[in-house]
């Protein structure tokens, strides 16, 4: 199968799981802007090809979102495996998180819902990786 030209240059989702899961086991522990520069230094592939998921990955004003992630190395998934194009995942997405996060219409019945659109496109009742909260050390 031809790879896309986003996975030639780049990692497979079982790298990228690793390596957001290393850098969470860093930051979940203790983190300024020092354990930053040093992860951003020992990950710099990382940090230069996905800058967004460094930034997601390092942020402490937050907890790490694991379902997001998930969700999106599916549709990545789709992408690769020729199930969705680009531009599909990108309207699915779109979608999706606008119905979400901006969209406050809760008498919505169009048949594009929020879970409706995630049941024609994705399964997700099957996520492909599980992860397990840790929690911070003192």
Not at 6 to 11: A, C, Q, S, T, V
Not at 34 to 51: G, H, Q, T, V, W
């Amino acid at each position: 199968m031809e790879k896309k030209d986003f996975e030639k240059d780049g990692l497979d989702n079982d790298s990228i799981i690793k390596i957001i899961k290393n850098i969470r086991d860093v930051v979940d522990i203790q983190c300024n802007d020092s354990i930053i520069e040093e992860l951003k230094k020992n990950n710099s592939f990382f940090a230069e090809r996905y800058p967004i998921l460094f930034d997601m990955a390092t942020r402490t004003d937050e907890a790490f979102n694991w379902d997001y992630l998930n969700y999106f190395l599916t549709m990545r998934t789709k992408i690769i495996t020729n199930e969705l194009t680009t531009e599909k995942a990108s309207v699915i997405v779109g979608k999706e998180w606008y119905n979400k996060h901006v969209n406050i219409n809760d008498n919505n019945t169009d048949n594009n819902t929020d879970d409706n659109i995630i049941k024609q496109n994705i399964n997700l009742t099957k996520p492909p990786i599980k992860f397990s909260k840790k929690s911070k050390k003192k």
